[in-house]
């Protein structure tokens, strides 16, 4: 039976909780052994291999983990959660208990909510709404510029020092390059991304799916690969100019991987993230599931799909991020030209994940999560995504072996639009902590 609990956001609670018979991995040391792990007061207190192997102390609740795989809580640093101003999509609350059942104790927001996020107060809000309603550590990026209108600049120092994690318009790039340089000058001093949807707007102007030979046969608009491309390799010449973090959300095509690969040859602090859609999932999924598989960037062709697996593989790619974007089926069940871009993710990245890129053979286990854990952690600065002593006791049991299927009718998320019912997977989260404290059991 599925339960879930709220953890204690305030002060540590002192529990103190054993896991025995854990399969460890840390992917940051390397660490992949049968141990134990003590948390105690919302960090980890202790871990190692063969630790409780004679029992655990006294006085403490023991998880029988069972070999099952015992690693940092997942980090997903791309979600739409619509509240303020879109609740009936998506509230806090919903998104991240739809967190919690997909393993992620860490998530970072978009700001493209109603009213954006492009005052320290609104950043303000959505923290406080964490505390009382979430079930997983809430952060949030803020807007690049006011009123996400692309001209004037927000104030970026001051949203720093109210919590947010970087910059983003996502959803509505950066089209001004006087706009990004200065964003990535700020970006510079103040240590945080500046993360950008990539897209010419001039070049995708109203498409909804790529452009290509499945959108012609379906007689629809397209969006070229180009319209990615061009504002990638803008950005990263800014991002050489000025010296700033510059992170790519949703990488889609095999030329902006390619640019990232040169970019970061060439040293420049570059990142890239790429969600689960865009490399298990090509444009011909949109005859069949129409336009619950419509989302921006759109689903690529073969060659853009392997390209970003490609990325993975070789480190291009940093991290894995779902960009969750939850709508009623009000907004979906119209015409492709019509219908929302978007598709919900947190329940089905790792399983995807495992699926596609380590039971296939393609990646090591470790590296796997590794793009789920520290490495989207180092991206936007946060402490989450490691196993050691002293680190928050955010935890993720899975089940790797697990062989189940996709049924978004049971998704703990408000919203059900996505496009893989019925996808068979392998790998599934047993238990989400956070803080020390259980916040999901499956």
């Not at 964490?130 to 006011?146: D, F, H, L, Q």
């Not at 690969?261 to 090509?282: I, M, Q, S, Y």
């Not at 015409?335 to 890129?357: C, K, N, Q």
């Not at 703990?412 to 956070?434: A, C, D, E, F």
């Amino acid at each position: 039976m599925t339960t879930f609990t709220k953890p204690s956001f305030a002060k540590p609670t002192g529990a103190r909780t054993a896991y025995i018979n854990a399969r460890l991995i840390d992917p940051e040391s390397g660490l992949d052994a049968i141990g134990g792990l003590l948390t105690d007061g919302g960090i980890i207190a202790q871990l190692g291999a063969g630790l409780f192997a004679n029992g655990a102390p006294e006085g403490v609740e023991v998880v029988d983990c069972k070999g099952h795989v015992l690693c940092p809580g997942l980090l997903d640093i791309q979600v739409h959660f619509r509240e303020p101003g879109r609740e009936h999509k998506e509230t806090i609350e919903t998104g991240s208990k739809s967190a919690a059942a997909g393993g992620v104790t860490t998530v970072a927001c978009m700001p493209n909510t109603k009213p954006v996020i492009d005052d320290p107060s609104i950043v303000s809000f959505i923290h406080a709404r964490a505390r009382e309603t979430a079930y997983v550590n809430v952060r949030t990026y803020a807007c690049i510029s006011k009123g996400m209108e692309g001209t004037d600049i927000t104030e970026m120092a001051l949203l720093v020092e109210a919590g947010a994690v970087g910059f983003t318009d996502d959803g509505l790039p950066a089209m001004s390059p006087a706009l990004m340089r200065r964003a990535l000058e700020y970006s510079k001093m103040l240590g945080v991304p500046i993360a950008q949807h990539a897209e010419d707007l001039n070049l995708s102007c109203g498409g909804c799916m790529n452009e290509g030979a499945v959108s012609a046969r379906l007689g629809l608009k397209g969006i070229p690969n180009a319209a990615e491309s061009v504002m990638v390799a803008r950005d990263i010449e800014l991002a050489a100019l000025t010296g700033g973090q510059y992170h790519v959300l949703h990488i889609s095509t095999a030329e902006a991987v390619d640019l990232v690969r040169a970019a970061k040859a060439r040293g420049l602090n570059v990142t890239a993230e790429a969600a689960p859609h865009h490399f298990t999932l090509t444009d011909e999924a949109i005859i069949e599931h129409r336009t619950y598989a419509k989302m921006n960037p759109p689903l690529r062709a073969e060659r853009d799909r392997e390209a970003v697996m490609q990325g993975l593989m070789d480190g291009t790619i940093d991290a894995i991020a779902t960009d969750h974007a939850p709508h009623e089926p009000e907004t979906k069940d119209v015409t492709m030209d019509e219908a929302s871009f978007g598709i919900v993710g947190l329940e089905t990245m790792l399983p995807l994940s495992l699926t596609a890129l380590y039971h296939s053979g393609k990646m090591p286990l470790q590296n796997v999560l590794a793009a789920m854990t520290y490495k989207p952690a180092d991206i936007i600065h946060v402490n989450a995504g490691r196993l050691k002593v002293g680190a928050p006791a955010d935890l993720a049991l899975i089940d790797i072996d697990a062989k189940w299927t996709i049924e978004p009718a049971a998704f703990m998320s408000k919203s059900k639009n996505s496009p893989y019912i019925g996808t068979p997977v392998q790998g599934r989260v047993l238990r989400t902590v956070v803080g020390g404290d259980c916040v999901f059991i499956l």
